[in-house]
């Protein structure tokens, strides 16, 4: 067992509102091997790590304990223009400097 993964795991999971059904749905695995990774008794392939990290936008080295690094906010920019991004950009850097 990965001394911080089950917790990491189960806090990332409902920090996004998401059931262990529909986690396992998303990298085609059974909902039995969600609640395994989640309580300690089974381990991720590095296949199925790389992809929770993907889904859950973080590291590996965080999803292990190697980093206490939070995820980072992601913005989904899909359908944006140029000129959308560009005014979102700029919208952080007046907030960030509030």
């Known amino acids: 067992m990965i001394k911080h993964l089950p917790d990491r795991l189960k806090e990332l999971r ?32 590095t296949e199925n790590l790389l992809a929770l990290a993907y889904l859950y936008r973080c590291s590996t080295d965080y999803l292990l304990g190697k980093s206490n690094d939070q995820p980072s906010v992601i913005l989904d920019t899909d359908g944006l223009n140029n000129k959308q991004i560009k005014v979102l950009q700029d919208l952080i850097k007046v907030m960030k400097h509030e």
Do not use: C, D, F, H
């Not at 059931?19 to 059974?30: D, G, M, T």
């Open 14 to 45: 409902m920090s996004q509102n998401l059931s262990q059904s529909e986690v396992a749905k998303k990298l085609r695995i059974s909902p039995s091997i969600v609640s395994g990774y989640e309580t300690g008794e089974r381990t991720p392939s």
